[in-house]
């Protein structure tokens, strides 16, 4: 059974910092893995999306990679601002399931 | 990636009451999730709906509690019967519109029970 951790469960930090948020799961059979942000009450908003096949995506700021050997994914946010403060979520597709496994988040918090 | 409309974005409830929810979607796919997201945690699923069977619900979860109704391949309702207060959570709809290209999920329903 897949299982994903997130680390740090919570990080707060001064504008302008460069953040890494990590992920890990157990089972490397996986189709992808994909970032979501969350901020409070509300839906799950869409990050990037890595294909098993796939090293890194980057959209703007953001950066995540993969380790699939590993078991292993970074999120790494550049120059954050206080707009990037939600809760990101890690969650993994694997084979055999169409179900995707969550980690249980990030919560961050930036302050000006 | 798909665009999904869900409805109402919250609601504050009396116990007893029931309320359900709706998501739209703006192509036609073949599986919707519905999720729990209670306070502080990550998200649980309810169930799978798929058009023109009876939904698949995940342990603990039970039709009586959360009936879902799925009348073609663009929309779904989750109700919440007979709530109370250990139902105030976030719900949430979601949906792989192309096999293996991500998930979408909807805006969320934010569901208070007092």
């Known amino acids: 059974k897949q299982e994903v951790t997130q680390i740090p469960a919570a990080l707060s930090v001064p504008e302008g910092e460069n953040l890494v948020l990590n992920c890990s799961f157990t089972?490397?059979?996986?189709?992808?893995l994909q970032w979501f942000r969350q901020d409070p009450g509300k839906g799950l908003t869409s990050l990037l999306l890595?294909?098993?096949?796939?090293r890194e995506q980057t959209s703007g700021r953001l950066n995540a990679s993969l380790d699939k050997s590993s078991g292993r994914s970074t999120l790494y946010i550049a120059a954050s601002q206080p707009g990037d403060s939600a809760t990101y979520l890690c969650a993994v597709r694997s084979g055999g399931s169409y179900i995707p496994t969550f980690g249980r988040g990030t919560s961050l918090i930036v302050h000006p | 990636s798909a665009v999904i409309s869900q409805k109402p974005s919250r609601d504050i409830c009396q116990r007893g009451t029931s309320l359900t929810i709706q998501c739209q979607v703006d192509s036609q796919v073949t599986m919707m999730f519905w999720y729990r997201q209670q306070p502080g945690q990550s998200l649980t699923l309810i169930a799978t709906?798929?058009?023109?069977?009876?939904?698949?619900?995940e342990s603990g979860f039970v039709i009586d509690k959360f009936p879902i109704s799925r009348p073609n391949l663009t929309f779904s309702t989750l109700t919440v019967s007979n709530m109370s207060p250990e139902d105030s959570s976030i719900y949430l709809c979601?949906?792989?519109?192309?096999?293996?290209?991500?998930?979408?999920f909807g805006s969320g329903t934010r569901l208070t029970v007092v």
């Open positions: 890595i294909q098993s096949s796939q």
């Open positions: 089972d490397s059979a996986i189709y992808n």
């Open positions: 979601s949906v792989e519109r192309e096999p293996l290209q991500g998930y979408t």
């Open positions: 709906a798929n058009q023109g069977s009876e939904a698949t619900y």
